[in-house]
Structure formats: structure tokens, C-alpha cells
């Protein structure tokens, strides 16, 4: 028991200690000796407060590198246990019925707050999903980072840790569908991605609706059987 509080507090010291040094995503911790002298505590309770806060996807261990900030600390990849309901065709609808509701209003956000960087990045985005679909391949994972960068381009801390749910949404939807619509996709990224270009929040929003009704009233209209 004493083991395990020791644990928890260096996990906790440890915390404290990437906050003070305000160390961001993909930082690098020193190693376990001196991070065992700052702490006042013996290496192997070092490493037990780092697998803790590895395990909340806080810290990341690289084996023969060392160990980082996660990409996105505290989220994990399934955080609402998505992957263990087994209604695949309730669940997606219910999930774009989420989207339907929060991915508007991130689009009319990302169209007054996203920086010219933010902009690059989602025209690259954009045309990389383009040249996928040209060439028949799988564009569901640079689709997933669209509508992602869609969200951190809001600069709203809350959306940005909606992220995990949208690409959960986004990955089961593509794995759902029997085919993807890839003019519709092309077309309606297009026009979200010039609404925020133009910083016009009202049409962002409305090219996101769209899409996303689209997408839901042509899975809805598919055969369950299928």
C-alpha cells in the first residue's frame, strides 16, 4: 500500500513538474536518475509514476528514446467504450446525431478563430484526401484528421478534447457504409474548407450540416441486411 502511494504521488509530483516547466506535446522528460533527484524519491518509484500517468495516455514510453508528453494528453483513443457496443448500426447513427450537433458549430468557430497555419494545414489535408480518393485508395484516416484540425482550429480547449469522439465517429461511420461517396466528400470539404478561408462562420456551419446530413440520411437509407 505504501509502495502504491509512493506511485501515486510521484505520478503526481510528476505532473506538477510538466505543468511548472510547461512542457507541450511531445516534450521529452529527463531521464529516471534525474528525474529521481528532483523528486526525492528512488528510481523504481520514478517509473511507477510514469507507467501511471502512461497509462492515462499522459506520458508516453519510447523504448531506447526516452519518455514524452502524449500528442494529446489524457485521451485515449476509445473514450467512451464505443468499441464494446454491439449495435454497430444504432451506434453509428447516434454518433453522427452528435456530430450533427457539436461539428457545426466547430466548423462556424474554426471560421472566425483558425490562423493562417491552421489554414495550410487544412487545405494540405484537403488535397491529400482529394489525391487518395483519384487514386482508389483508403482516405478515411486523412478524413478523420480533417474534421480534427477542424476542431483545434477553433482554439477552443474543450473542442480540441472532442477529437477522440469525432474520429471514433468518423472511423465507424467509414467502416459502416457499403461505399463511400467520394464527389459528395470531395464537393462538401471544398466548401466548408472556403467557408473558413473566407472567416464566414454562417456558411461553414451550413457546409457541415450538410455534409453530415448527407452522410446520415444515405446510411439511413441503406439496407440493414447488406
Known amino acids: 500500500m505504501k509502495n502504491k502511494t ?3 504521488k ?3 509530483d510528476l505532473l506538477s513538474y510538466i505543468q511548472e516547466q510547461q512542457l507541450g506535446e511531445g516534450d521529452r522528460l529527463p531521464n529516471e536518475y534525474d528525474l529521481s533527484k528532483r523528486l526525492g524519491v ?6 511507477e509514476g ?6 492515462r495516455n499522459i506520458l508516453r514510453i519510447k523504448q531506447g528514446s526516452g519518455t514524452f508528453v502524449s500528442d494529446q494528453p489524457g485521451l485515449v483513443e476509445d473514450p467512451l467504450g464505443f468499441s464494446f457496443m454491439e ?9 453522427m446525431q452528435v456530430r450533427l450537433i457539436v461539428e457545426p458549430a466547430i466548423a ?15 487545405d494540405r489535408l484537403c488535397g491529400e484526401i482529394e489525391e487518395l480518393i483519384y487514386a482508389e485508395k483508403d482516405f478515411s484516416e486523412k478524413d478523420r484528421a480533417f474534421h480534427g484540425k477542424l476542431a483545434e482550429s477553433t482554439k477552443n480547449l ?11 465517429g468518423v472511423r465507424v461511420f467509414s467502416a459502416t457504409v457499403s461505399a463511400q461517396e467520394y464527389e459528395q466528400t470531395m464537393e462538401t470539404h471544398r466548401k466548408i474548407l472556403d467557408a473558413v478561408k473566407n472567416r464566414k462562420a454562417v456558411e461553414a456551419e451550413q457546409a457541415m450540416r450538410y455534409h453530415l446530413l448527407y452522410n446520415m440520411r444515405r ?5 440493414p441486411t447488406v
Not at 510514469?50 to 497509462?55: G, P
Not at 449495435?87 to 454518433?95: A, E, I, N
Open 6 to 8: 509512493l506511485a501515486e
Open 219 to 223: 446510411f439511413e437509407q441503406e439496407d
Open 108 to 122: 462556424a468557430l474554426a471560421a472566425q478563430n483558425a490562423t493562417e497555419e491552421d489554414l495550410v494545414q487544412l
Open 158 to 168: 474543450v473542442m480540441k478534447n472532442l477529437i477522440p469522439v469525432i474520429h471514433q
Open 50 to 55: 510514469v507507467r501511471i500517468l502512461a497509462s
Open 10 to 12: 510521484a505520478a503526481q
Open 87 to 95: 449495435d454497430r448500426r444504432k451506434l453509428v447513427l447516434d454518433l
Open 42 to 47: 528512488g528510481r523504481n518509484t520514478v517509473r
